[in-house]
């Protein structure tokens, strides 16, 4: 069972550049998200998916966008780097919807490491 | 607004040592649950252990156990005996039912370092 699979691990863009992470899940979670981690303010929300077809804004969302074509993959498009969106990116799921959805344990890939110079 | 805090940003200490890292959240949900995860130097995220709002027994598990007091608002975190396999990012978490669409709610995380 591989859980949630991020690819690339590392990556490194010039400013104005475009790039695509991916972000797939075999778990059949309904929930899906993205989140940014920066030194000192943990663990931000970029978007998130209650399913195929659905997409929502987070807190930080400017310069980001998402879409939810399957259950499988909630893939998070930079239309064009910035320097400010250097940081570590996290894609997770979790089961469940409505209120169930808070109880439920979200599962994190392990990560992209995305420099923008 | 839901809001996590985790006012020690970075905790050093001898192998062997008990430490303790602190929680504070903040919400208006009467149900809301409670997250720890880990995430050692690797980068990855572990899942530690989920409380819900109507539980407040203390939790243990090994050499680690959990404070959860809703009169406080504090959901804090102990490690006993560390060992300089513990060191690692610690983040403390919420999710609420009504506010917030159910959105997971980080704390800005404690850089804890055992040293041998």
């Known amino acids: 069972n591989a859980g949630v699979t991020q690819t690339p691990k590392f990556q490194v863009l010039k400013t104005g550049q475009s790039m695509t992470l991916q972000c797939a899940q075999d778990m059949n979670h309904e929930y899906m998200s993205w989140y940014r981690q920066d030194p000192g303010m943990g663990l931000r929300l970029i978007h998130y998916s209650v399913g195929a077809g659905i997409t929502d804004q987070g807190e930080v969302p400017n310069g980001y966008n998402v879409s939810r074509s399957t259950t499988e993959d909630f893939p998070l498009r930079l239309l064009s780097a910035a320097p400010s969106q250097t940081s570590v990116y996290f894609c997770?799921?979790?089961?469940?919807?409505?209120?169930?959805?808070?109880?439920?344990?979200?599962?994190f890939g392990a990560g992209t490491r995305l420099s923008v110079l | 607004a839901q809001k996590v805090t985790q006012a020690q940003t970075e905790i050093s200490v001898v192998e062997k040592e008990d430490v303790t890292l602190d929680c504070v959240y903040e919400t208006r949900d009467t149900t809301y649950y409670l997250f720890w995860y880990k995430q050692p130097p690797s980068g990855e995220l572990v899942f530690l252990i989920r409380?819900?709002?109507?539980?407040?027994q203390n939790e243990i598990s090994g050499r680690y156990s959990w404070n959860f007091q809703k009169s406080t608002s504090s959901f804090n975190f102990t490690i006993t005996a560390s060992q300089v396999v513990d060191s690692a990012v610690y983040f403390c978490a919420l999710s609420g039912i009504m506010e917030y669409g159910n959105k997971l709610v980080f704390g800005a995380g404690t850089i804890l370092r055992v040293k041998s």
């Open positions: 997770a799921s979790r089961a469940g919807t409505g209120g169930v959805l808070a109880k439920n344990i979200q599962y």
């Open positions: 409380r819900n709002s109507f539980d407040e």
